[in-house]
């Protein structure tokens, strides 16, 4: 099953997303922040990554921003957590390099839908 | 896999916000003391934010409403559209009090917005600026009904590597209807040659139908994610006068807001936690190290025991060392778990004081020093009043109003400075101000009144600092709503003793006070020296031990009322005849033989009569009371190697045991 990574630094909603995503039988490895993400990022190829948004020492902007600058990570799948408030910030997402949004607040099925939809 | 319970992410939620709001108010309290640090303001607007989305996610509505006025406020600063004042502060500062005491009654089950939140929600949101409100999802018109789409798509090359792909938008127009290619084109831009293509960049173009009655917005909903990333165009092949209803998309690409169902709050799954700890992971990391290490060990010494023969004796004694050194890291690494920073209870001082400087018109400059310190959980948890208790009274009683302090010569703001740092195996915690220390006449002729002491007893000024911490030596008649300076210390004493811990003050007229709390790293095991007494044995915590001394004759001396003490160190001290304050039978009654060991407790020394010391101990301390009952002088019991039970003397409860014998002799 497909490895992802998934990025936040509120334990709660990584939790959630992690939970879920494992009980659909996916191999998830989670980071509290842009620059932990990063790091995991090197060392394994996932296949989907998860980023929110605001984190404390590195963003999920400038994770994103570093990730498609890695040539392991040009075209692979990332989504941004976001809220339906911050347009620009999805804007800036987008410009950053990211390839989709999930809006929080999401629940479970949601996620896992639009998991489906980018991995196929 | 149907539906995941949400409610197993509550508590985690609940407990992440507790610190989101703890470093919100960090944050406003350094931006209210002049601070200009942007990252302050993106700390503040962090934290809202993910309270923010948190709540919305796990059904807290009402906490979700109230923070996202709040946020909106924030964000007008955090993009310089709003300066920052003193009256932003205080109304953000009543925010995160709001917001706890919302999160407290989610929690509860209780009905989460009150009047005061409601009246403070309003009153924030007339302060965001006149924007419509950004979480209004105003719904789309509904656009008249076709039955089929053209659509022309032109992918730009670097579609790709935003991690698109044209199949995935294909598969999901497939979601809505039928899909009908009818043409697909390589773009100008395409290089001429094969291999000058990147097979990164994509130069194609397709015009599809797409046969479904949906609406445009639905079509262009699958497009959502490239917007800017293609050249696309939607165009209805005929319109149906008919306004038939919409059927619902099957996959609507971005969720709106409030159309989702929420888990069932399960209140009773949040209240009865046994609470949780967030542990670095490099604590995790040395304890799978650790557990390494043992395995090893074990496998060392179980090849040993199979093809035993004494030559290996020594190979195993290495091995039975080595298992002792693995386990005591173990347990360390363990204990390390349940460690926490001090700064968690420190981070609340700042709040307080400045509440405290505004109610009694005095100036304070707070100085936290060894935030880093970690305690046990525990320890953390119940250390909390006893210090919010010391420092009030530091600022109500010891420092003074600014025109005294100029009148003393000293400059106008008091200084409080709350330390934290590791000594011997304690914690010591010391609450230090430059006020005007302790106020020996007026201490002296209160504790005469109170009749803690007689009339025109000499005391030194420690002895007199101790009287401070009696009971009784204050009464709640002379307490101002906030504690008086002698208020409940005897509370914050017996809150520190019973974490194990001591309290004690140093004062200097006219300089200040230094309250020094000392405390154990855990409270599940302490070192201990097992001495005999009798048949039985006893633990001394040895913490509290200064030394132990076989006395000479002339050492010991007689006093009036049938006490003896002891020459030591140019004092004399009483002793204590262990046997006799647990009525052990058989001990060594004569002092000589015996050996007398000193401790010390709250800057008191005693020598406790012993028949022997049997050597040094780690000690698992398992509770009486849960097993048997509370015994004075007696702090829990253990188990000994040997597999016999011992008693843990607590120091200040034999001191005390003895203070009543003498006065009752």
């Not at chain 2, 046990?376 to 010891?398: C, M």
Request: hydrophobic share 45%.
């Amino acid at each position: 099953m497909a490895k992802i990574l998934a990025v936040d630094d509120s334990a709660s909603m990584r939790g959630m997303v992690a939970f879920t995503l494992r009980g659909a039988g996916y191999e998830v490895t989670e980071a509290e922040n842009g620059q932990l993400g990063l790091d995991a990022a090197r060392e394994n190829a996932f296949a989907l990554v998860l980023a929110d948004v605001n984190m404390p020492v590195m963003d999920g902007i400038s994770m994103v921003r570093a990730l498609r600058a890695l040539d392991a990570y040009k075209g692979v799948p990332i989504l941004m957590l976001t809220t339906e408030s911050h347009t620009e910030r999805k804007m800036e997402g987008k410009a950053a390099g990211a390839t989709g949004w999930l809006v929080k607040p999401f629940d479970p099925e949601q996620l896992l839908a639009t998991v489906k939809r980018v991995l196929g | 896999m149907s539906t995941v319970d949400l409610s197993q992410f509550h508590k985690t939620f609940f407990e992440e916000s507790q610190e989101g709001l703890d470093a919100m108010e960090v944050a406003l309290l350094a931006l209210d003391s002049g601070s200009t640090d942007t990252e302050l303001v993106h700390t503040i607007f962090r934290a809202a934010h993910s309270i923010k989305g948190g709540a919305a996610t796990f059904g807290f509505t009402d906490v979700a409403a109230f923070t996202h006025v709040a946020e909106s406020l924030l964000e007008e600063v955090r993009s310089e559209r709003r300066g920052v004042d003193a009256e932003l502060i205080d109304m953000l500062l009543r925010s995160v009090d709001c917001l706890r005491a919302m999160l407290a009654r989610s929690r509860s089950g209780e009905p989460v917005a009150d009047a005061e939140s409601e009246a403070l929600r309003v009153e924030l949101n007339t302060l965001v600026s006149g924007e419509p409100a950004a979480a209004a999802v105003v719904a789309a018109p509904k656009a008249a009904q076709v039955e089929a789409w053209n659509i022309r798509f032109i992918a730009l090359p670097h579609l790709l590597q935003t991690g698109n792909d044209p199949l995935r938008l294909f598969r999901e127009l497939q979601q809505l209807g039928r899909l009908e290619v009818l043409r697909a084109f390589v773009v100008e831009a395409a290089p001429a040659q094969l291999a000058q293509l990147d097979p990164g960049q994509c130069y194609l173009g397709w015009e599809l139908r797409l046969h479904a009655s949906v609406t445009r917005a639905d079509v262009a909903a699958v497009f959502d994610w490239v917007d800017g990333d293609c050249e696309l165009s939607i165009d209805p092949v005929e319109a149906t006068a008919a306004a038939e209803p919409a059927p619902a998309a099957p996959a609507a690409v971005a969720p709106k807001a409030g159309s989702t169902p929420r888990a069932v709050r399960e209140t009773a799954s949040a209240s009865s936690d046994g609470g949780s700890i967030r542990v670095g992971i490099d604590k995790v990391d040395a304890l799978i190290n650790m557990m390494g290490e043992l395995v090893i060990t074990q496998s060392m010494l179980s090849d040993i025991a199979e093809n035993f023969d004494p030559s290996q004796l020594e190979r195993m004694r290495e091995g039975l060392l080595q298992l002792e050194r693995n386990t005591r890291e173990l347990q360390e690494s363990v204990m390390r778990i349940r460690m926490l920073p001090i700064g968690s209870v420190f981070n609340r001082f700042p709040r307080l004081v400045r509440d405290l400087e505004n109610k009694l018109g005095k100036q304070v400059k707070l100085e936290l020093h060894g935030e880093h310190t970690e305690l046990d959980k525990t320890v953390l948890e119940k250390i909390g009043d006893p210090l919010v208790h010391l420092v009030r009274n530091a600022i109500d009683h010891g420092l003074e109003s600014p025109e005294k302090r100029r009148a003393a010569g000293k400059s106008e703001t008091g200084t409080l400075r709350l330390d934290a740092y590791h000594e011997g195996g304690n914690i010591v915690v010391q609450i230090s101000d430059d006020g005007a220390g302790l106020n020996r006449a007026a201490i002296i002729s209160k504790a005469e009144q109170r009749g803690l002491i007689r009339v025109g007893q000499e005391l030194d000024d420690a002895e007199v600092a101790e009287l401070i911490f009696q009971p009784g030596f204050s009464t709640a008649a002379q307490a101002t709503d906030l504690s008086g300076r002698g208020v409940g210390m005897d509370v914050v004493r017996r809150n520190v003793r019973d974490l194990g811990g001591t309290v004690g003050v140093r004062s200097q007229t006219g300089k200040g006070s230094v309250f020094t709390i000392s405390l154990p790293l855990t409270l599940a095991i302490i070192d201990g020296l097992v001495t005999a007494v009798g048949g039985e044995r006893y633990i001394v915590p040895l913490i509290s031990i200064i030394e132990s001394l076989r006395l000479q004759p002339d050492m010991i001396r007689k006093i009036a009322g049938g006490g003896e003490v002891f020459h030591f160190r140019e004092s004399y001290l009483p002793i204590m005849r262990l046997y006799r304050s647990f009525g052990c039978q058989d001990a060594i009654t004569n002092i000589e033989q015996g050996i007398v060991v000193v401790v010390e407790e709250e800057g008191k020394r005693v020598g406790l009569l012993v028949d022997d010391l049997l050597g040094q101990q780690q000690a698992v301390v398992k509770s009486l009371e849960a097993h048997y009952q509370r015994v004075q002088g007696i702090s829990g019991a253990t188990i000994l190697s040997d597999g016999s039970v011992a008693l843990i003397v607590d120091v200040s409860g034999v001191v005390r045991l003895g203070q009543q014998r003498s006065k009752a002799a």
